[in-house]
Nanobody, 121 residues
Framework: QVQLVESGGGLVQPGGSLRLSCAAS????????MGWYRQAPGKERELVAT??????????DPVKGRFTISRISRDNAKNSVYLQMKSLKPEDTAVYYC????????????WGQGTQVTVSS
């Protein structure tokens, strides 16, 4: 079983920065990709950024140039993923969810509990 624990959300003014963290724990599996999704009120969950085990990254267009995803892999299970967010906008307000893709552990895509990010003056 894998557990994903997020931290770092909060209230920030437009133009400000936040850093989200997500720590994975468990044993007996290898994590492939990790990343972040977000869900704003009344909207569907959308991809923010992903990073593979090899370090390749992918970003949604609205966050390119403002958000940076990074990852630390200590062993097969103990991975951490981070999302550095800069130049935040009110439209970035959402619950941010960390995920881990584990192809050997159903349901393959595992989620954290979510952390609220609110961008408001």
């Amino acid at each position: 079983q894998v557990q994903l624990v997020e931290s770092g959300g909060g209230l920030v003014q437009p133009g400000g920065s936040l850093r989200l963290s997500c720590a994975a724990s468990g044993s007996g599996f290898a994590i492939n990709a990790m990343g972040w999704y977000r869900q704003a009120p009344g909207k569907e969950r959308e991809l923010v950024a992903t990073i593979t085990s090899g370090g390749s990254t992918n970003y949604a267009d609205p966050v390119k140039g403002r958000f940076t995803i990074s990852r630390i892999s200590r062993d097969n299970a103990k991975n951490s993923v981070y999302l550095q967010m800069k130049s935040l906008k009110p439209e970035d307000t959402a619950v941010y969810y960390c995920y881990a893709y584990i192809p050997t552990l159903k349901p393959w895509r595992h989620w954290g509990q979510g952390t609220q990010v609110t961008v408001s003056s």
